[in-house]
């Protein structure tokens, strides 16, 4: 918690930083990876040296680990690289805000499935309403492609399995737990991205750019979300990280030129309001605010 004399705006202003340097590491990635390695390649060199980042941090081989927990891990793993996987993919044919927003729907479902109080349901509708308006029923020119709303769906589906995974290995210390769990999810998708990019994967640029992409979107957010969780309660944290679709959006339309319709914006005011009242909610039924992961959770994330 903050000290007396401390400023309230200091959490506040390190949760947008953190939130502003996922975004940019992410528009970093789709402007200048994707070209070269596409979505594949890109989520091989950010997850790779992101893993590679938390266990020179870490340092997980200092921690004895049992076979249950290993395999809890492996499942874990495989979530996280999937989750990245399909999110990079979904990239490739609709907006970064929109692939935010309807990736956050697996997290809200399972904190809203976790409960049973009628005002939770609440937020399943907000959430609904939201995704019914980005979802491409209509072909046309405005239309989402269908693809990449299927790869941002999968990819809310593994951020959800990721979660409950998480839970099973909780009892670990969690630079232990993620640094071995995003070193899983890089066995899992580096493969996929050598696959797919071949030697184009392994030239100075794109090595020098996927160094830069995981400290924007691992090392720098960790840092400035650990000053904001020793600052405010969960709870708070919850909603406060509730405006990563938002930033999302609007880093798109400024780096990425991806302008969104007002029903588009609409949606993920929905969504976002939708989370913002689950995290506001949770403490009173002793649930885990929905986007309120701790910071070394959220090193396994991409937007």
Request: net charge positive; proline share 6%.
């Amino acid at each position: 918690m903050s000290a007396p004399n401390e400023s309230p705006l200091i959490p506040a202003l390190a949760i947008l930083g953190s939130v502003t340097f996922l975004g940019l590491g992410t528009s970093w990635a789709k402007q200048s990876l994707f070209p070269l390695v596409g979505a594949q390649g890109t989520t091989a060199v950010r997850v790779g040296f992101s893993a590679l980042l938390l266990l020179l941090l870490w340092r997980p081989w200092r921690w004895r680990l049992s076979r249950s927990d290993a395999l809890r891990l492996v499942a874990y793993g495989v979530a996280v690289g999937a989750m990245n996987l399909c999110f990079y993919l979904s990239l490739q044919t609709i907006p970064f805000g929109v692939a935010v927003a309807i990736e956050f729907s697996g997290p809200l479902a399972v904190a809203v499935l976790s409960s049973r109080r009628p005002l939770d349901f609440i937020w399943v509708v907000l959430a609904v309403a939201g995704l019914a308006v980005l979802l491409p029923w209509e072909p046309g020119a405005g239309a989402l492609d269908p693809r990449g709303v299927g790869f941002a769906l999968a990819a809310a589906v593994f951020w959800a399995s990721y979660i409950l995974f998480g839970k099973r290995v909780g009892h670990l210390h969690a630079g232990h737990s993620v640094s071995l769990g995003l070193t899983v999810a890089a066995l899992v998708v580096v493969p996929v991205g050598v696959v797919h990019a071949g030697a184009d994967l392994w030239t100075p640029a794109v090595l020098l750019t996927g160094i830069g992409v995981a400290a924007l979107s691992s090392a720098i957010p960790i840092s400035l979300e650990m000053v904001a969780l020793k600052r405010l309660p969960q709870q708070a944290f919850g909603i406060m990280i509730s405006m990563e679709p938002a930033v999302a959006a609007l880093l798109a339309l400024v780096l990425l030129g991806e302008a969104l319709s007002l029903a588009q914006w609409l949606a993920i005011g929905m969504i976002m309001a939708a989370s913002m009242g689950c995290a506001a909610t949770a403490q009173r039924r002793g649930a885990r605010p929905a986007a309120a992961v701790s910071a070394q959770e959220r090193a396994a994330r991409t937007d």
